[in-house]
């Protein structure tokens, strides 16, 4: 789909969004759409992308500039209501819980009409517009991640799903020692889309180029099981490709924890992480 028919496509959804939202979400999630064909052209431009991730392109899709101001008054909300609820708790907030809070909160400040509608039409299109080409594990916006089903890790604000991400992650503790730190965890909805609307805003409402790195609100696996490690003091290269020159990335393949949500020279529109460690199918 050419960038000026997604845009045409998304403005149209925001103005005919009404109060039926699933009748509408389920117009624009079987919206026609082609996946491009995999030859050869495609493949090198593709890998190009991959390889400059942090760069737009010419084909790149951007939110459209009629909604540029409901965007941008998005994504500080979002930053407010972190930065009030608490980093921790933010992670594990959903949709409905969100839009409470904002307006119990003078300083948050309620998400208008206008925002919410926004934040409905971005997870309920197809992210393979834009380029983002994984299946979606949550299907609904209203989706709640349960107190008790979660706890945070040991000397950490980071939430994990009991169960096997709980367990693998103190047995990657046990087994590689301090050097090992958990660098993020269990994602509910509003923290995806502040990671994700936070990417785009920052190159001028790129969302294609957000989605090279950041999974779109509905299509993390930080929803389900999935969290990331690093090495202790290495800081933002444990998000680079720098990790695996690490004696904790060595460990983690020793130790055969290394099963690649999204492998290097993936087609599935995200960048290689191999800091990602992979609870589900």
């Known amino acids: 789909m050419k960038r000026r028919t997604l845009l045409k496509a998304l403005a149209f959804g925001f103005i005919q969004w009404s109060a039926s939202k699933q009748a509408l979400a389920q117009h624009i ?7 491009p064909e995999m030859n050869d052209d495609f493949i090198k431009d593709y890998l190009h992308k991959m390889i400059n991730f942090n760069k737009p392109h010419e084909d790149d899709i951007y939110v459209p500039d009629s909604m540029g101001n409901i965007f941008s008054s998005i994504v500080m909300r979002l930053r407010r209501q972190q930065e009030i609820v608490g980093h921790g708790n933010f992670q594990v907030l959903s949709f ?3 839009l409470s809070l904002a307006r119990k909160y003078p300083a948050i400040e309620a998400f208008t009409k206008a925002e919410t509608r ?3 039409m971005i997870f309920y299109s ?3 517009q834009y380029g983002f080409f994984t299946h979606k594990p949550l299907k609904e916006l209203t989706v709640r991640i349960r ?10 604000t980071i939430y994990l799903y009991k169960g096997t991400p709980f367990e ?3 047995k990657l503790k046990k087994q590689i020692g301090d050097q090992l730190i958990l660098t993020s965890g269990v994602r509910g909805i509003m923290k995806q889309f502040l990671l994700f609307f936070n990417k785009a805003y920052r190159n001028n409402g790129n969302l294609s180029l957000a989605s090279r790195s950041l999974a779109p609100p509905g299509y993390s696996f930080h929803g389900i099981g999935d969290f990331d490690v ?19 990335f060595k460990k983690l393949k020793a130790l055969g924890y290394i099963k690649f ?15 990602h460690i992979k609870m589900n199918a």
């Open 147 to 156: 107190e008790k089903d979660v706890a945070r890790a040991p000397h950490s």
């Open 118 to 120: 926004f934040m409905e």
């Open 126 to 128: 197809q992210a393979e």
């Open 29 to 35: 999630i079987n919206t026609s759409y082609m996946l």
């Open 230 to 248: 690093g090495q202790v003091g290495l800081g933002a290269a444990n998000f680079s490709k720098i990790f695996t020159n690490t004696e904790v």
């Open 261 to 275: 949500r999204y492998p290097d020279k993936n087609l599935l529109g995200v960048r290689f992480e191999p800091w």
């Open 168 to 170: 693998t992650f103190n």
């Open 96 to 98: 409905d819980d969100g």
